[in-house]
């Protein structure tokens, strides 16, 4: 089936307006009976694009998940980064994370509710870790999963989710998701749009298009809750449910019906991108940060940007952040990863680079070299061995860094996990907020390289052209 891209106006426009104040009231009641603890997997650490003062976790040690289920909060975050993994790495992870919650959900007496939260653009181990998460569960609970809900709509980042086909905007329009670049992903590459026929690609036909349960953008706007959570009641063997919401309200409307579905008994896996994490944990709308939140202790010294990701995005947004005359570029030749005496040399070239500049007061910006290194078909595992060395060398970068910036940015999810896990050994975060939409920022805790620091995890496919100088102005006013 060829899905054709509509203009965003045209598609919008058919879509009804609701009473946003009479959701607004069935919405708050409901979440005051939702006495669960919340715990999102994030599997890169972008998911916390929509939430501000929630604590991220940066492994899943008993410790951990007993210090986020000890918090006021009703959620918190545990960053696996397990896009980066491979698929024995994933499933190892997932099942040590649910046993681990396990234990501590019994030690507390608590009812928990687990989010796997993932791309937008519907990349990741998918149905790997929501398979693995259900199994360890129920074989070590009595807890049983009746349905998985998918709900990839994430407004900030043009994602949305219309007819049961989920586009990602370019400019005024909506392109089907499996016709732009995010679906040729070397490692989770699809072809469907429809997100009935992506479950059924993705499942090997387990689960059928036509038998999944799919809640209507008509449905939500008539505020037909009652119908909808009797949809919900339907769920069961792990079946899914595909939700379509083109915004926060539709999510919202939602929640109410999934709300009175979880009081009723029924019990989901969750496989959704951050906009539900927002609205099913209750965080309040916050405005943008501003350079007086984001940079505590003013120093003499420059900011840093790391740029790892190589989408077409980014590429076009570092083009754009080359318009900013104060700051200075450094490309790191990965080419020279083929060579390991050179390659060493190289980082210490940039290292030292990076001490000096930085300590002038001159904010800099590491790039990756934009090609890739494509060593020929068949050669995948050496290319992602090639990629791992290019990614432990960036880290590297703030690993061994004297010099306390006085911001710091990393481009691309999986550069920015390995910049905050290895390069900041941050071991707890909050999320502080947002500096332009979907775009978040850590403030690192007291066990890190550098405490107190505002570090920006810049997603590689969000945002316009500009965004990106934009956020790198606001820091360097």
């Known amino acids: 089936m060829t899905i054709k891209k509509i203009l965003i106006k045209e598609a919008f426009d058919k879509i009804p307006e609701v009473d946003i104040e009479v959701v607004k009231r069935l919405y708050e009641k409901e979440l005051l009976e939702l006495n669960k603890k919340i715990i999102v997997l994030d599997d890169d650490p972008t998911g916390v694009q929509t939430v501000h003062d929630i604590s991220v976790y940066t492994d899943w040690s008993v410790d951990s998940i007993e210090k986020g289920f000890a918090e006021e909060n009703s959620m918190f975050f545990v960053l696996t980064n397990s896009r980066g993994f491979i698929a024995s790495e994933t499933e190892k992870a997932h099942k040590e994370i649910a046993l681990n919650v396990i234990k501590v959900a019994k030690k507390h007496n608590k009812e928990f509710l687990i989010i796997s939260r993932s791309d937008s653009t519907l990349r990741g181990h998918y149905p790997l870790e929501t398979n693995v998460l259900r199994e360890t569960i129920e074989t070590n609970s009595e807890l049983k999963l009746d349905g998985e809900v998918l709900l990839p709509f994430f407004k900030e980042g043009g994602r949305f989710t219309i007819d049961n086909i989920h586009y990602v905007q370019y400019g005024e329009e909506l392109i089907p998701a499996g016709e732009t670049e995010f679906a040729k992903d070397r490692t989770f590459g699809y072809t469907k749009s429809h997100l009935g026929e992506y479950v059924e690609e993705k499942t090997n036909g387990d689960f059928k298009a036509e038998n999944i349960t799919y809640i209507t953008l008509e449905s939500i706007r008539n505020l037909d809750i009652e119908n909808i959570t009797k949809q919900l009641l339907k769920v069961n063997n792990f079946n899914k449910v595909v939700v379509n919401a083109v915004d926060y309200v539709d999510v919202k409307i939602f929640s109410i019906a999934l709300i009175k579905a979880l009081k009723a008994g029924k019990n989901f896996m969750y496989r959704t991108a ?14 943008l940060l501003t350079r007086e939140e984001l940079i505590k202790e003013e120093s003499n010294n420059g900011g840093l940007i790391i740029v790892g990701s190589h989408v077409k995005k980014t590429t076009e947004q570092v083009e754009e952040l080359k318009k900013c005359s104060f700051l200075e570029f450094i490309e790191l030749n ?28 001159k904010s800099v910006v590491v790039c990756t070299s934009r090609e890739r290194i494509d060593l020929g078909p068949d050669k995948k595992e050496e290319e992602l061995k090639l990629s791992v060395k290019i990614s432990d060398a960036v880290t590297s ?18 550069t920015s996990s390995d910049i905050g896990t290895k390069g900041l050994k941050v071991q707890r975060a909050t999320v502080i907020g947002q500096i332009k939409p979907g775009i978040p920022v850590w403030t690192t805790g007291s066990e890190s390289k550098f405490p107190g620091i505002s570090y920006v995890i810049f997603p590689g496919n969000v945002g316009t052209n500009t965004t990106l100088r934009e956020a790198v102005e606001i820091l360097n006013k």
Do not use: H
Not at 274 to 287: E, L, M, R, Y
Not at 335 to 361: H, M, T, W, Y
């Open 274 to 287: 951050a906009a539900f994490t927002k609205v099913i944990g209750g965080v309040s709308d916050k405005g």
């Open 334 to 361: 990965c080419r020279l990863v083929l060579q390991p005496k050179k390659f060493e040399a190289e980082v210490d070239r940039v290292i030292e680079n990076c001490e000096s500049l930085i300590s002038s007061g």
């Open 397 to 414: 970068i703030v690993q061994r860094l004297k010099v306390r910036p006085n911001y710091i940015i990393a481009k691309g999810g999986i």
